[in-house]
């Protein structure tokens, strides 16, 4: 096995090199390594951690790679947690490496999100200011956004593509208060044999979100999401997850009497 801790600082290296140091009892078939990436050219970074840069975006480091699994992404581990990955060996990837509560608040516990494509932008945010008694919560050249209390739902409008006769349902979704709770969904959607897309610290619809997409049986996208930071410079360009087609799934019989109600 090895464990490589990746960084970007000379500080960083230190306190990594620190950490592994401190290891007890490290087998002979291990091996920890503690990497400064900091001027390192594009040939010199990992392929693991480009992935994870891609993923991410932003604080991908430190990172903890496990036998080219990364496994923490953003902080450095701590001697339990290089324990347990050497006692407990490391299956798969972290489906999600970075941990964050909502930068958003809202009183429930979760809220329904609908994204939809309209033909006029300003009209549809009239239409809407009268049909929820309030403005939008943001509102761009490109895209409006209300949050709404009672019922509580996020609704958002997107114009760069043309509804069908009778409108169109961009993507629906489920939004949540911490990373915690789109890794819970994740897992309990891989228990189904579900297939899913992520998203980890990811700028969409101008706001930092993390999140996972599954398809229903229509093809229905739904993402579980939270959003980590409330603002961001970028919106759903055409290549967004937002417009991406996704597998539908379907349950089976025997998975679905076994799965809970609720989350």
Not at 81 to 107: C, K, M, P, W
Not at 244 to 259: C, T
Request: charged fraction near 20%; glycine fraction near 6%; aromatic fraction near 8%.
């Amino acid at each position: 096995m090895k464990i490589d801790v990746f960084v970007s600082s000379d500080d960083d290296q230190v306190a990594a090199q620190r950490i592994l140091d401190a290891v007890p009892n490290v087998p002979d078939t291990v091996t920890l390594v503690a990497t400064n990436l900091y001027g390192s050219t594009l040939d010199g970074v990992p392929a693991v951690v480009l992935q994870v840069m891609r993923i991410k975006r932003s604080g991908t480091m430190p990172l903890t790679v496990v036998d080219d699994k990364p496994v923490l992404s953003g902080e450095l581990p701590t001697v339990e947690q290089l324990t347990d990955y050497i006692t407990n060996g490391v299956e798969a990837a972290a489906g999600l490496v970075d941990r964050a509560d909502s930068a958003v608040e809202f009183a429930t516990a979760s809220r329904m999100h609908i994204s939809m494509f309209v033909n006029s932008l300003a009209e549809s945010v009239k239409f809407y200011e009268v049909f929820f008694g309030q403005p939008p919560t943001k509102h761009l050249d490109d895209y409006a956004k209300f949050e709404v209390a009672e019922p509580p739902l996020v609704i958002s409008f997107n114009p760069d593509r043309k509804p069908t006769s009778g409108g169109a349902v961009n993507h629906l979704g489920v939004q949540v208060k911490s990373t915690d709770i789109v890794m819970a969904m994740k897992e309990r959607f891989a228990a189904a044999g579900f297939l899913t897309d992520e998203e980890v610290a990811t700028p969409c619809c101008y706001a930092v979100q993390t999140k996972v997409w599954v398809g229903d049986p229509d093809g229905n996208r739904w993402e579980v999401y939270v959003v980590t930071e409330a603002d961001a410079d970028e919106g759903c360009g055409p290549d967004c997850a937002c417009y991406a087609e996704i597998a539908p799934n379907r349950v089976s019989s025997d998975v679905s009497s076994k799965m809970p109600v609720s989350a």
